[in-house]
């Protein structure tokens, strides 16, 4: 995928981010954490150091508008160290194509959905523990990641319904 395209989605991401689904929460416990589309959608292809810079640049992006301290970028660096293991777990016999990326359209519903989730889940446990500072609240805190991971999975597959074609082979 071209440099271009990707600091193109890097930046729209961001922009939905911080101006749009900042705002958009959910009984004050589902959290929208929309740039999570730019970084599970990176190529197959890319390394996991490449994986792991895009992750700390996107989440200390997010945390600078965000006031969070860092704990963005942390837990996006360690869904993208853990992102190729994730992969190889779920891949098909045959593995993937060189040009593939993990889109919905691409890959399949199935697969997207375990995927996605998956990584969500694990972005999300880091990110509301590591803000909670323990697990003194650890019920709360579980029933945030747990509401955050469906809130945030279901916009992923919308936005990727709507502006994703299965003819494309890049992000």
Not at 80 to 92: A, D, E, G, N
Not at 111 to 123: A, P, Q
Request: glycine share 6%; aromatic share 18%.
């Amino acid at each position: 995928m071209p440099i271009v395209a990707q600091v193109f989605y890097f930046v729209i991401y961001l922009i939905l981010q911080v101006v749009l689904v900042q705002q958009m929460v959910l009984f004050d416990v589902a959290f929208c954490f929309l740039y999570l589309g730019f970084l599970l959608m990176l190529p197959f292809e890319s390394g996991v150091i490449r994986l792991m810079l895009m992750g700390l640049l996107m989440g200390l992006c997010v945390d600078i508008f965000y006031n969070s301290l860092g704990i963005h970028a942390a837990a996006s660096v360690f869904i993208m160290y853990i992102r190729p293991h994730v992969v190889s777990l779920i891949s098909p016999r045959g593995g993937y194509e060189a040009w593939m990326t993990p889109k919905l359209k691409i890959m399949g519903f199935e697969w997207f959905s375990l995927y996605s989730v998956i990584l969500i889940f694990l972005h999300h446990l880091v990110l509301f523990f590591v803000e909670a500072g323990g697990f003194s609240n650890f019920f709360y805190t579980l029933l945030k990641v747990l509401a955050s991971t469906a809130f945030t999975y279901v916009v992923i597959v919308i936005i990727q319904y709507l502006f994703y074609s299965s003819s494309r082979r890049s992000l």
